[in-house]
DNA sequence: ATAGGGTTAG
């Protein structure tokens, strides 16, 4: 059994080598340049490497290389150890080849006393991004494996996200009578939390009973981070409330965990809990919360955490820092995002990412496009998240001839184009008119079109009124079982356009039997450290009749200036939508000069996006407005969006 | 004297 998938494995290997190490070569220079600075997880705190120190461990070594090689094992694990830590790939496959020509690390001997050396070259490739040369130098040690030869060769594995080798090479591992230690189940753990596989998470965490290790905090955290990523969220709990003892880690686990499945309270109250129980939280606890505050737009919340990391002097991480342009972006506030971005010390491509998306979701297409070229001549590769965001900028904008260029740039990456750049493609396509083209794009899709591809191909279709793909779109969503309640009162908004009235009163009728209702059309808007939400046609605010009674003295100047109320919208018999009266409520407490900052969980309609316009014209006032996919700002008659959503 | 847990972007 071993055998066999040993030699399929080798084979494998020498297959995928060629087209995986060019790729890996990317990676790897990308990860060279931008280490200078890293968390030490010991204590928490932020230390700075310097890069001299770096560049003279270097020489030292490539002088050393030019010597006679010391024969004595343990001088060459040391200059190999220091090789692994300045990633010195060239040297090090020198000094690999230099070793097996010579016949120093005897291929086929036995009992080779190289072994210690040999697992060396497992952790060198590791760290050099080549995992399938840990593998290969795995499979060619001189004796068989010892625990740390699994141990090392997992942990290569697991940090390259290659969860399938990693799981069959732990099989080996048990079928070779090695048990699980505390080096080898963390591995494996991290990759059940990748492949979010909730019955393999507990056969892991059952097998760690068995160990001697089953209260040790390190494999603990990790079966914990594994829970979490498998959303086995009670089970996390349950083991963190037990755990004999717990560090930042294992909080920043739970919180993460947390923060991942949307539960914002219980982030807030386990980051309070941590705080008060004297865990040293450090960057990475501060990303998770800032992710809330973002994902809520509690931006008091947020400004008070972006304080407290500089008190903690943790402001300069780039996970921090990523974490807050996106926070201030996500709150409407651009200039902050991007006063944030240019201040980081150091940035990662999360960072640029995050301004990119910023940039994006407010509308500076132009912003977008540049910060890409600078993000490249920063040395950073672009990733599947940055091309998503490209596209996404170009449909926002309707930019056809951009969008498909940059489809076809991702293949110059190596980026393989996923279920969602293709929805976005369809999006894109859809905006611009080419109902017809859209089809036929998601026709010629090499992989199986998801959900919001066929969704991204019915929106586009409401737009342009083809009532039959429209049917066509949403015939395919039924027959993947997808039933959500805008894609019916999409459809039934589709055929009343088109006079349909009868196929409209269907899909209507389609949507309540099927037990769905619409989601609550909701807006928000902070004022005085409270939040308050509106309804459509909303009057329980404790303000309700200032708010109306603003709202029809505005309307009475937009109407002289020219808006013309449109009726045809859904709720007629509804007076305000609810982002009309959040922004009533702005114009009496937002004080003159501040933008009245909106926030809405549903698209904006056209009528209201028109009135919001006028309104701006008539008061002066500027409105950010932020809906389910990207920001408005409404300024003087005009919207950044340009009309185009 | 090699192997171990959390992280940000959509």
Redesign the pocket.
Known sequence: MFRSLHQSIVHFAALALGRVKSQLYRTYSHTHTHKSQ??N??T?STIKQSNSQDSERLMQVQQRLRLPLPSDP??L??LL?SL?TTRSLSQGEQLHAYLLKSGYIPCSHPCSPYT?LS??F??FY?RCNLPLLSLLSFLSLPSPP????W??LL?SL??HHLPSLTLSYFRSMLLARVPP???SI??V??VV?YLSDPSLARSLHGMSLKTP?AT????L??VL?MYA?CSLLKEAQKLFDEMPER????W??LI?GY??AGLHSSVLNLFRSALHDGVEV????F??V??VC?ETTLLGLGALLHGLTIKFNLDS???VG??L??LY??CGLLDSSYKVFNEMPER????W??VL??SA?HGNIGTVFNLFEAMQAAGFQP????F??LL?ACSHAGLLDEGKRYFSLMSVYGVEP?P?HYAAMVDLLGRVGRISEALFFIQSMPIEPIESVWGALLTASRIHKDTNTAAFAAQKLFEMGSCSPGMHMLLAGTYRAAGRHLEAAQARKAMRDSGLRKDAGLSWLEAGGVIHTFASGDQRHGRSVEIYRVLEEVGKRMEAAGYEPDTSGVHRNVRYHSERLAIGLGLLVVPEGVPIRVMKNIRVCNDCHTAIKYLTKCTGRVVVLRDLHRFHRFENGTCSCGDFW
């Open positions: 890293f968390t997880h010991k928490g343990r001088a694990i040391s150890v692994s210690l697992n060396h497992i952790t590791s010892t625990p740390s030869s141990s090392s942990s697991s940090h230690n505390r080096h963390p591995s753990a991290r939390g290790f040790d905090v390190f494999v955290t990790s981070d990523k560090n930042v880690v294992s920043s686990a993460c923060a991942d450090n960057d990475c606890t990303s998770s800032i992710r973002a991480s780039p996970f990523s974490a342009v996106s972006s996500k990662n491509l999360s960072a990412n995050s998306i910023a979701q990733n599947y998240v940055t998503l965001c996404t996923g969602e």
